[in-house]
């Protein structure tokens, strides 16, 4: 275990982090650093930039094949999913007609069943099914808020507000469910009893996050912030 690499995330390899999915913060502490630079640059510039961004990465990908070394880190592929979505916060008040949201759920459910069909991992093929049905789905939400369709309500927001918690703790959550047997119980029964098991689950892991979130997380934030003001 790379414990230096785990607390301060300059590691990115998975099997060596005491908390597995510490290898995406990196990331996102990347992403963050370079955002960091729209605050030196005029808004429209910044715009045209993070298109710019995000066609030279797609050209990235398909054109040029890094697999290793910082090269791989500094231009990963991941950094597209981050770069799209702020290309769709760019263009979130566009997304005012209630067929727009029929589109996107559309790719949304072809592109991930396209993933899950090819087993699409951390690759780069990640990004043409995973990653775009991710961001399809994000689309689908803001076109219909902006139609007045649907609003979040309370408990999805509860859900936002414990995402991070949910985040952390998901791969904890899911080798209690395989290494319990409880995994391996469920596939063994018929499908409805099945399925119902693993939506059980799911939410029990929601409805554990959300408690965390509230007792520890939330407290502890609060703490940290009045200590640094």
């Known amino acids: 275990m790379d414990i230096a690499g785990s607390i301060f995330l300059t590691n990115t390899e998975i099997y060596k982090l005491v908390l597995p999915i510490n290898w995406s913060l990196t990331y996102e502490l990347y992403f963050y650093l370079l955002f960091t630079l729209r605050f030196a640059t005029r808004l429209n510039a910044v715009k045209i930039i993070m298109h710019i961004i995000l066609f030279l ?9 890094v697999d290793s070394g910082l090269a791989y880190f500094f231009a990963s592929h991941f950094l597209v999913e981050f770069f799209a979505g702020v290309v769709l916060y760019i263009h979130r008040e566009r997304l005012n007609n209630p067929w727009i949201a029929v589109i996107f759920a559309l790719v ?8 899950v069909q090819i087993n699409a991992l951390n690759n780069v093929v990640r990004i043409f099914t995973f ?29 936002g507000d414990a995402s991070y918690t949910i985040y952390l703790s998901h791969l904890l959550f899911l080798n209690i469910f395989y290494f319990s047997g409880l995994r391996t119980f ?14 059980a689950y799911i939410f029990g892991i929601v409805w554990s996050s959300i408690i965390i979130y509230k007792k520890f997380e939330f407290p502890f934030y609060n703490f940290i912030s009045k200590k640094i003001t």
């Open 57 to 65: 990465m797609f050209l990235r990908i398909i054109f040029i094949w």
């Open 131 to 159: 990653g775009v049905s991710a961001i399809s789905i994000i689309a689908v939400a803001i076109t219909l808020e902006n139609c007045k369709i649907y609003l979040a309500n309370k408990i999805f927001i509860r859900i």
């Open 108 to 115: 949304a459910i072809i592109s991930f069943a396209h993933g």
């Open 186 to 199: 469920l596939s063994t029964e018929n499908w409805i009893i099945a399925e119902a098991g693993f939506f």
